[in-house]
């Protein structure tokens, strides 16, 4: 088992601005001492011949690409508004003096 000293833990505690009790500071850091553990197993086993990843499945961009068509012109996207001027929607004003 990989040695985190109690005193570690609450040097890291006061580090993060947690407040720990006696019980907790002897808990975590035996639970901090099995998370070194599994992290060293891992570290072993991965040699120079193994590359690093972070997904253990290539990823792949599963969107088609974002390419316009079937596109309006100005006049067609008018063709059936209720009300157009100057090439523009025209809509009801909703604010006063404007």
């Known amino acids: 088992m990989s040695a985190i000293t ?4 609450a040097h890291l ?3 993060a601005h947690i407040r720990m ?6 808990k975590m850091s035996g639970e901090l001492a099995v998370i070194m553990d599994a992290v060293a197993s891992v570290s072993e ?4 011949d193994v590359p690093p ?3 253990p499945i290539p990823l792949r961009n599963v969107f088609r690409e974002d390419v316009p068509s079937g596109l309006l012109t100005q006049e067609q996207a008018l063709a059936m508004a209720p009300d ?3 090439g523009q929607f025209k ?7 404007e």
Request: charge should be negative; avoid cysteine.
């Open 6 to 9: 109690r005193e570690e833990v």
């Open 13 to 15: 505690a006061r580090l």
């Open 21 to 26: 009790d006696e019980n907790e500071l002897d």
């Open 45 to 48: 086993v991965a040699g120079e």
């Open 53 to 55: 990843t972070s997904h």
């Open 84 to 86: 157009a001027e100057d």
């Open 91 to 97: 809509v009801p004003a909703i604010l006063e003096g």
